[in-house]
């Protein structure tokens, strides 16, 4: 849950930023719409109608009526320049006294303005040829509309804002929106969190239930071993070790030239209580239960030496792992070791088990004459399969690594129980 969470306010952070970007592209595009609004009205009204014959012709002191009328509007700072444009590019007013008369290139869009075409807008610091009086006064809102002089001259109106107004929106938006937007993303978060908490704890009741199936399936696996131990304990191994006496006996008592024969029979005969003995205590071995996992591992281990392999153990004194865990992980050294006597004619066998807060993990590697893994499996690697299908029901994972002449590894991993946190 606390994933789902996280990854609901990171998705939330990745999408609040675009959404963001674009309110306050949109509310700049506004502001901008609205200058050339403002803008359209100032020549409209107050600078087209005082543009007269005499201010075009450059005459001295025609200016004066312009200059009184957009004053007001300089002084208080919410106009900052003002130049009104021929069709020639020459300058016919500025409240710049020195920039009238001046002749520069028109900007590209101006013939479709003075062709009736929709005012242009532009934030940003301007630096054109015809900005030196601009240009060091930061960023700047700069707005080109059409107007008409008394004459019916068409003009250019150029008017140069102050970008506070701008901002001033952006932040107004961005500050109106985005707070009511966050709180919508966090209403659908919430709206999904409870779906997603009946959902984990459907998931956890079916992990519980897997975990009890896979219980009922491992104690009765230990039940049907014990009664089989038992049975070859207390009938067949009987049975068999009492008919062993009795050829001893007959050995002894009948004539020379059968004497060899039932010689022969009694060694066959206590060769198999040998390993029916030895088939009852890997049905059933006691080690584990009385010894727990480390101390049964070493003792597992032991029987090696006899068969020249060198032994390296690397197992920690203490190892909290359950009952079944233990009995699971037993179960893959016995199989492998087993298979490694048989098998492998390795020289060396190094088994570690390693534990930390969310894993126990099991690795045994030998040095041996290893297998293809691209072929079937042979049949003496049954057991090992059937462990690997148990250990993936348990939630864990058993991999086997292998190659002609280069040894086998195998590596089992268990994840340790947690208790739920959903409730």
């Known amino acids: 849950m606390s994933r789902f969470i996280a990854v609901g306010a990171f998705a939330m952070i990745v999408i609040a930023a675009p ?46 009526y312009l200059d009184d009328r957009l004053a007001p509007r300089i002084s208080d700072g919410s106009l900052v320049r003002v130049k009104v444009w021929d069709t020639e590019g020459r300058i016919v007013y500025s409240d710049f006294p020195s920039l009238i008369g001046e002749v520069f290139d028109l900007p590209s869009f101006a013939p479709e303005l003075l062709a009736g075409g929709k005012g242009r807008a532009n934030l940003g610091v301007q630096d054109g040829a015809d900005d030196l ?156 239960a009385e010894l727990g996992l480390p101390a049964a591992l070493t003792r597992l281990a032991a029987p090696l030496l006899e068969h020249g392999i060198k032994v390296k153990l690397h197992i920690p004194p203490d190892c909290e792992l359950d009952r079944d865990r233990a009995a699971m992980f037993y179960r893959v050294a016995r199989e492998v070791l087993a298979n490694t006597v048989k098998h492998a004619k390795a020289g060396t066998l190094e088994l570690s088990l390693m534990q930390d807060a969310g894993r126990t993990i099991l690795l045994i590697h030998d040095n041996g004459c290893g297998f293809d893994l691209s072929e079937d499996a042979p049949e003496n690697h049954l057991g090992l399969r059937i462990m690997r299908d148990t250990i993936e029901v348990a939630g864990g994972t058993l991999e086997v690594r292998s190659w002609r002449g280069g040894g086998t590894s195998v590596m089992a991993s268990l994840e340790r129980i947690a208790p739920a946190r959903i409730r």
């Not at 595009?29 to 075009?56: F, K």
Request: aromatic fraction near 4%.
């Open 19 to 64: 959404v963001g970007l674009w309110v306050r592209a949109e509310s700049q595009s506004n502001a901008m719409e609205n200058a050339i609004q403002q803008t359209q009205r100032l020549a409209d009204y107050s600078v087209g109608p005082l543009v007269s014959d005499n201010l075009i012709a450059g005459v001295p002191g025609a200016a004066q």
């Open 133 to 288: 009086h601009e240009s060091q006064s930061g960023e700047l809102v700069e707005v080109h509309v059409r107007t008409t002089a008394a004459n019916g001259q068409a003009l250019i109106l150029e008017a140069y804002f102050n970008d506070d107004a701008v901002h001033d929106e952006q932040n107004a938006l961005v500050v109106g929106l985005i707070p009511a937007f966050l709180l919508s993303l966090g209403a659908l978060q919430l709206a999904q969190l409870f779906p997603a908490v009946r959902l984990a704890r459907r998931i956890q009741g079916h992990q519980s239930t897997k975990r009890r199936l896979l219980q009922y399936a491992i104690d009765a696996s230990d039940l049907e071993r014990q009664r089989i131990a038992r049975d070859l304990h207390d009938e067949v191994i009987q049975d068999l070790a009492g008919l062993s006496y009795a050829l001893e006996a007959e050995e002894r008592h009948s004539p020379p030239e059968n004497q060899a024969l039932f010689g022969q029979a009694k060694a066959i005969l206590q060769k198999n209580v040998r390993t029916l003995r030895a088939m009852t205590t890997e049905l059933y071995p006691p080690d584990l």
